[in-house]
């Protein structure tokens, strides 16, 4: 679709909300060539901001508008943030009337809805308030403006605990026993890349010397560490001691709130490697079956069974770990609200303290292609999420933390849910961008968060494994001048 805007710039505010409403429309900056077209037009006079928009849709036009007065007259950011809403604001008023059901994220666009939530707060409106707002102002579902508060409110307790000079500390492992059909990570087979598994461990353990001199040598202590990938367990176990030593070797960990492994696939679990995990203090787990129907595993592309899921969740809890994530996918091919709320009600029944509920997300590098007329409808993944939702909750499960992707199906959202006292330290730091993260492996992103100004900069390694090998130097240069700010 086409765009054009008059008296104002945000063209990637008309952008994301186009995305957002209409995901297959491509937009881009152009001329009305009679095909589907959006015009976005600003108007300013004094501090009142008037957005109009007028937008044909598969021959049906529709107009928009939208009009408010900014609060804090002359403050640019305070202009400038009205005149992006307004401008979004519009474009959904005349798109959104032709919708059976509006979107439950109403006009909200953007990954981390709790961290506007908490901005909001800060800027002087009650909890209560910013709940309501959500829910007028953008249009947000009462339920997803629930789960929004929810999750701001345990980001404002997170943001208490976190030390003054603390990190959350990510380790990634980009190597999975096969890889999935809705894969959208960078992770790589074993089978197709079994030889550089070696090697990796081998740089990785090097930067994770390094870069823990760094960190001690700029005052820096670790508050949360996140061993993810991939599917770190794809490690043997003695590869994985070797790294789980690293880490101790060159940070101080005795003072972390959380320490968590990925153990997502059960095929890659053995009471080996978790006797390993256990004598480095890993504290929590996650196994992540993502539907516990062996059809829909099977169209996933992932080689095991939901009983081989029951059996090494077994064996995780057998060895002593006392704080368990699983994560489930709602919206793959093959399953049904009645599928997905079988998986749901046998994880309530195996008893995880975290549960984390996905969308499906559709990215570049999925291989859905041959599969993709299955995909269950949109409406069916809002009941799945709904089903969720309402019986995790009666289970004594809350919502911690939240993150929207784009292109997820029906525009919904990741959450997670947990127990009272299970919440995941770096799960809430990461998602609200509460401390710096440092990110060591094949495409971490080192994030330094600049808590006094809100600023982010980010540093990122070489995304493929056989890249990252050999680019240590540039790695440690990088990752100095981020954090040596
Ligand atoms: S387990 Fe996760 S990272 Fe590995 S292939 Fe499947 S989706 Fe990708």
Redesign the pocket.
Known sequence: MNYQIWGHTHRHAVEEILLHLLPDCAAGEGDDTGGDFCKSVLSVQGDTFTASASVRVKGRCCEGKCIDTVKGGSDPLARKRLETELVKLAVYDAIVPAFRQPPVWGALTGVRPAKLARSLIDRGRSPEETEAWLREHFYVSPERAALTMSAAKMAQEMDRKRSKNGISLYVGIPF?P???S??S?I?SAVEKNAALIEPYVEALCREVLESGALAKSLGLTVDSLYIG???PTTLSSIQLDRLLSALENAFDLSRLFDYTVEA??PDTITLEKLAVLRAHGVTRVSV?PQSMDDEVLRLAG?KHTAQDVIERYMQVRETGFQSVNMDLIAGLAGDSPDGFAKTVDTLLDLGPENITVHTLAVKRGADLRDISANLAQQEQVGHMLTYAQNVLSAHNYHAYYLYRQKFSAGGFENVGWCRPGAENFYNVSMMEELQTVVSLGAGGVSKRVDRITGKIERFTNPKYPAEYLGAQERILQGKRRLLEK
Do not use: V
Request: glycine fraction near 20%.
């Open positions: 999975c096969t890889r999935c809705y894969c990570f992770s990938g991939g599917t997502g696939r992540n992932r």
